[in-house]
């Protein structure tokens, strides 16, 4: 018997150290907050997606009585990207979140278990692994593919 360690990489930062790119991603996921329909958690997530084209997609959650439902950011977004541009892969997805008291959070957000299963396959799909960009007040943790995010996933193959 033996411990294993997994280890994960992530780096943390601020907004003015993040480049153009990554910073413009970030402030769409904001912006994306502002569409979601949260009546039920009052928790607005924001997510914003580059795709190898370049196109943005955004998506935010959507809630529904009928629980369970709704959708997170994270995955309407990807969902979207996948109708709208089936053949471009995810190059960075972005997210942030709005808090009851309608600030945003101090703290990263981080993707639920189900969102992070269909970006790792997302990743798998095409190919490229997603920079990934959690947004808090107090600090960004950004990140180079799901591994990081999740690791020992499942995988049927
Ligand atoms: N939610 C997201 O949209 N993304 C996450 O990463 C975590 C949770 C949503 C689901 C639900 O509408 C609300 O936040 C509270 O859980």
Known sequence: MKDVEVKIKIRECQMDELSD????MVSMAIEATASSYAPYSHFNVGAAIL????????????ENAAFPAGI???RSAI??????????AVRVLAIAARNRSD???????SPCGTCRQVMI???????????????????IYMMDGTENLMPL?????
């Open 103 to 109: 600030e945003l959070t101090e703290e990263p957000i």
């Open 79 to 88: 969902f979207a990207a996948g109708v709208q541009h089936p053949d471009q």
């Open 21 to 24: 790119i990554d910073r413009a």
């Open 153 to 157: 996933s499942f995988s049927d193959f």
């Open 121 to 139: 396959e997302t990743e798998k799909r095409f190919g490229l692994p997603i920079h990934i960009l959690l947004y808090g007040q107090k600090r």
């Open 51 to 62: 795709l190898a084209d370049d196109s943005i997609i955004k998506g935010c959650n959507q």
């Open 72 to 74: 997170c950011a994270e």
